[in-house]
Every structure is written in structure tokens, then in C-alpha cells.
């Protein structure tokens, strides 16, 4: 089968190209190392009431895994090596078992080279009604970022919060959060447990930090002293860096980023409305491909849906002014996404 020619030149206001057909066939077209990010939910095993073919409709959950696997080691190919897969599945319950299908898929493509960075929980925050008795409802999903190499693209800055910004109010630096550093001055006068010498280091440690607060270096900051907070994390050295420069030091501090905060590795995004599933059995929210957009695919770069439905993934990416390609077995769908793009 020919390869298929990826944007030689930039197309007309980042339009899409849908491609039509098996999704393994398809990405067997596309040149290797031409992609710079996948983004993609799959149909989920056991759940596929939208097509009469197509993955999804397996018997048994291991020929599921199985050409899911293949499928994503051929994106794998086609993937830059800065580039990143972006996985949602969900999972299925048969016979009371709850399968545990994302974490199959995600430990076999991990035994195929892929590094997993973060497993995501998106929750849903509402679902369908559960009736059952005997167990919790189900309102998360899995996400899982994988990556080809070690060395990949990634753009933390792009994907950060908005910080609140620091004052300065009657002579004093106050931090977004009511930082001062006047009740940390105070700690360290009154402290039995740091040494003159270390309270000396302290107050002049503490100075530089209220001077970066003031300049906009850091966004905000916590100082822990010796005998006065608790450790973030650990009191053992052995496990916690902090525990140690806390022993060794009498103090550390917590900066935050000047650009604002990281997300965390769990997302509340609610479903797409049922309203727009007239046209899609599950469409997965536009507010859910922002993230992976922006912090691993660089302005005009190529994100990749070998599952595109509706053109979700596309028409984020397109707002986002970045390159895409949607592959999909259902002409149906890719008529509906390619509207929905070109609007």
C-alpha cells in the first residue's frame, strides 16, 4: 500500500485530513516518525453498539487487547521520537468481573517499549444510573500518556494555571496566598530546636525568597522550619530529600512556579451532553484533548486519531492551530467531523 504525503505544505487554516477506513491498515500508509502526537479513544471492548464492525466486538477481552495492542504499535512507528500517545479507555464488567482492560492494554504496550509518564483518572463527575446493589457506581475513566523515548516533547508551561499575583502592601511583600514572612520571622526568633547559626542562614534564606516573590520569580512559597511544621511528605532521610535538608539545614521552602501550577493527574471533565449523542454513541469532551494538545504537540505540529468518531480530537487540535489527521472505519462519521471542522 503507498504512503501517504503529510501536509508538504501548511493546509488552509489548519484543516484537517480525514482518512477513511481500518485504522491498522490506514497508519500502515503514513510515514514513520511523522506524527508528533496521538490522541485517541478507542471503542471500547463489549461496548461497541454504534458499528457492525470494526475493533471493539471481539468474543473474547485478549483479541481485543491483542489488535488494540497492534493498532498502537503501528501509531508507535509513525510517532515522532519526541512524540506522545494519549490513551483513554474504559472499562467493562463480564460476569460480575470487572476486567481491568485499560491496565491489560497499558501493561502490554509498556512491554513493547512504550514509557508510561502518568496515569490519568478522569472523572466524570455524572453517569449513567446504577441500579446494581452490590458494588459503587462508576465515574471514572482511564488515561494513560505514553511516550516513544525518553527525550519528548513536553511544554509544562503551556498547560499551567494562572497564578494569583503577589502585593505589596504597606512596605511588606505579601504573596498571592497572604505570605508575608512576617509569621516565619517570628517562628525563627522564638525556635529552640535550629541553632544560632541556623537561624541566621534562615533569615537570610527567607529574605531572597520574599525578594523573588517581589520580582516575579516564584508565584508564591511555604517555608517549613525544623520543630515548627510538619514534612511534606516524609520525616524518614532516606525517603523524603526534604526530611534531609530539613535535618541538615533547619529549614526549606516550597516555590511555586511563576507561570502558575501543573495540572494534576486527575481530570474533572463531565461527558459530552446526551444531546449530542444523537450523532455519536461516545463522544469524549473537547476540554479533555486540551491538555495533551498543548503541553505535546508544538505549534503547528500533527496530532494523529486513528479512532476520530466525530472529529473531537480534530477540531480541538484545529482551535488549538496545530496540524491533524482522523482516521475511522464509519464514512458517516468522518462526514460529520469534516462539517464540523470546516465551520
Request: charged share 20%.
Amino acid at each position: 500500500m503507498a504512503q501517504i504525503a503529510l501536509f508538504d505544505t501548511p493546509a488552509p487554516a489548519f484543516q484537517p485530513l480525514f482518512l477513511c477506513g481500518d485504522a491498522l491498515r490506514v497508519l500502515q500508509t503514513l510515514p514513520s516518525a511523522s506524527v508528533d502526537c496521538c490522541l485517541t479513544s478507542p471503542p471500547y471492548w463489549g461496548h461497541r453498539e454504534y458499528e457492525s464492525a470494526g475493533i471493539g466486538l471481539e468474543v473474547d477481552y485478549t483479541d481485543y487487547v491483542q489488535a488494540l495492542v497492534q493498532i498502537l504499535l503501528e501509531v508507535k512507528r509513525v510517532l515522532k521520537p519526541t512524540g506522545s500517545l494519549w490513551l483513554n479507555l474504559g472499562d467493562t464488567y463480564l460476569d460480575k468481573h470487572l476486567m481491568g482492560i485499560p491496565w491489560r492494554v497499558a501493561l502490554a504496550l509498556m512491554d513493547y517499549g512504550f514509557i508510561l509518564r502518568n496515569s490519568i483518572i478522569w472523572n466524570k463527575l455524572k453517569g449513567a444510573p446504577d441500579n446494581s446493589k452490590d458494588k459503587l457506581r462508576n465515574l471514572h475513566e482511564n488515561i494513560f500518556h505514553f511516550v516513544k523515548s525518553k527525550n519528548y516533547y513536553y511544554d509544562t508551561d503551556a498547560i499551567r494555571s494562572k497564578p494569583r499575583a503577589s502585593k505589596v502592601q504597606n512596605g511588606k511583600v505579601i504573596s498571592a496566598t497572604g505570605v508575608s514572612g512576617v509569621r516565619y520571622k517570628r517562628q525563627l526568633e522564638l525556635s529552640t530546636a535550629l541553632t544560632t547559626l541556623e537561624k541566621q542562614a534562615a533569615f537570610i534564606a527567607l529574605e531572597r525568597v520574599l525578594n523573588d516573590v517581589t520580582t516575579g520569580a516564584i508565584s508564591d512559597f511555604r517555608m517549613v522550619i525544623r520543630g515548627q511544621q510538619r514534612t511534606t511528605h516524609s520525616d524518614q532521610q532516606k525517603v523524603s530529600g526534604r526530611a534531609k535538608e530539613l535535618q541538615q539545614k533547619g529549614y526549606y521552602f516550597l516555590k511555586y512556579h511563576p507561570n502558575g501550577a501543573k495540572p494534576s493527574d486527575v481530570w474533572e471533565i463531565i461527558p459530552e451532553d446526551t444531546q449530542k449523542r444523537q450523532t455519536h454513541y461516545a463522544p469524549f469532551p473537547e476540554d479533555l484533548c486540551r491538555i495533551p494538545i498543548l503541553s505535546t504537540c508544538p505549534k503547528n505540529g500533527v496530532v494523529l486519531d486513528p479512532f476520530c468518531g466525530t472529529g473531537t480530537t480534530m477540531f480541538v487540535a484545529q482551535q488549538l492551530e496545530r496540524q491533524s489527521i482522523g482516521i475511522d472505519l464509519s464514512a458517516a462519521y468522518l462526514e460529520i467531523a469534516k462539517n464540523r471542522c470546516e465551520k
